[in-house]
């Protein structure tokens, strides 16, 4: 349950208990001000009566709305911490608008893989059909949506430019930190009345990045980069303040930020469940067989590459993929794996009689594990007995999943890639109000919110923990209401046992904050990055004890790119707290 405090970070009541006033003066002269100031301003937003149906925005997102109105020259970086409900601020923001002086012209900028949830929040929640933008001819639309790696390319900026936006929207601002990148050069200069950059880390490195994003936004507002150098720099490089109070003053116009002390939210817990399953003979038989396998082709690709020697189907990197893909799939369904298998065999170069006599036992041996974690999932779902939502990585482990459950008794849905948005609702809608259980594939993992639901399953486990962070994040959200429940099914051994013991358990990242986890790794670590160096483990070793050492060093890397980017949220927290660049509360 989200509970609002009231923190009292400018010690009001201790001075009320030692009667320490201000002369009556004083107070006649600052209430007298404060009705000037206030005289002409928006008090309330139209937006929150036309959505009661919808939404209940919190404090801080009413706040950071009203400054928008009153307090800003149609330009604000929300700066609020992850887990705040930035998209409902904007869209908040953005429904006021629409109200009050019924602008039009609206693009949305994010990343790719949030484009959808864009769409869908703003469409379920405040009222308005955006459509998302992958073409060039596209542009002549009213409410659009599309991704910064996108409008970045030249064919479509040119047209961008041609357009006067009523409100611009850039999510994930930091994206302009770099004045040098392309990123910037195109859509710092994208014509709107109103802008809207929405960032929790405006500061990645140094003062310089607060600079560019601010300057993206409204051109010159804290002056030249030599002004603002000499103005608030305390060293060369930028990493400490000067001339705290003169940045607050240029900052109150332009930037706000909540944080979960000031905003008084807290939230619910993540409890953690791991499902362990101890291998058959046959298992752990079939699991070595496919490594040793996997290792020795893997090795031969580089070979092959080193050499520009290529498949007849397939690049050397597509193979290697379709090896780390294998190699994800021994936990999963064994149809499958089989599957993918015999496609990889098929598209290869020829075998050697070392690899086409282990290709042969991986055949053989397949048939014949048993897919216990099924019967074992059915086990842990009758036991829930409350909607569970279900992940797995792969369509076909899916579709034997549901098959499964539905045999039974269980009402289940399911949710995948290949569905269009029409199902994708419907199966949504039918397990909210209906169904038992949603069985996601990733593609379920983006862009829908179901904090109705508290239980988790994951039947299998991304080796990113990205992917994690965003499956759990469709339930583990503001606005849920309960304790949510992770359930982890792992063979116990396995490889992907090891990657939840090292990856997940040691470096704590089931239990990092909600968005926090997301925050980090998308700074820190490329999407293949983890595949590869699992891969590359497991070719440079000789067994599984040889493995974990090689991954152990990889794990390590993750361990401290996790304290970098604990430190840089320090370093914002410290700069734009120090500032206090809070809303002024509401009266």
Known sequence: MVKIEFFDTQGISSKIGRSNFEPFEFHSLNHLANTIRLKGKQMDLLAVSDLKDKITPYPHQIDNA??????????????????????????????????????????????????????????????????????????????????????????????????????????????????????????????????????????????????????????????????????????????????????????????????????????????????????????????DIVIAFISQVATDIHESNSKNVESKNYSAGTRTLMLMTLLRMLQGSKRAFEHTFQKFLKNNPPLTSEEALRANQILEICGKVENRKLDELTKLVKKIQKKTLIFTSFVETQEEIVKSLQSEGFKVEKFNGSMNSTEKNDAVRRFKTQSDILVCTESGSEGRNMQFCHNLVNYDLPWNPMRVEQRIGRVHRIGQEHNVNIFNLVIKGSIEDYILEKLYNKLGLFHCAIGEMDSILSKIIPERTFGTAILKAIQNSKNKVDIGKKMEEFFEEVRKGKDAERKLKQLNDKTLEILDLRPIQNA
């Open 66 to 287: 009203l400054k928008f109105l009153n307090d800003v020259d149609g330009r604000l970086l929300i700066a609020d911490e992850v887990g705040l409900g930035k998209t409902i601020t904007a869209g908040l923001i953005m429904k006021e608008l629409i109200l009050r002086f019924g602008i039009r012209k609206i693009l949305i900028l994010c990343p790719a893989s949030l484009t959808e949830q864009w769409q869908d929040e703003l469409e379920a929640k405040f009222l308005e059909s955006f459509e998302i933008n992958k073409s060039v001819h596209f542009w002549n639309k009213d409410k659009l949506i599309t991704s910064i790696d996108t409008a970045k390319l030249p064919k479509h900026v040119k047209e961008i430019r041609k357009i006067n936006w009523d409100l611009l929207v850039i999510d994930e601002a930091h994206r302009l930190k770099n004045t040098k990148t392309v990123a910037y050069q195109s859509l710092a200069s994208v014509p709107a009345k109103y802008k809207l950059f929405l960032t929790a880390t405006p500061i990645q490195n140094t003062l310089l990045e607060l600079h560019a994003i601010i300057d993206a936004m409204e051109p010159n507002y804290l002056g030249t980069l030599s002004e603002f150098k000499f103005k608030y720099f305390g060293d060369k490089e930028g990493l400490k303040l000067s001339d705290q109070e003169g940045l607050k003053r240029a900052l109150e116009g332009a930037l706000v930020r909540s944080t979960r002390k000031s905003t008084g939210l807290s939230f619910t817990q993540r409890n953690v469940n791991t499902v362990h399953l101890i291998p058959s003979a046959i298992e752990r038989k079939f699991e």
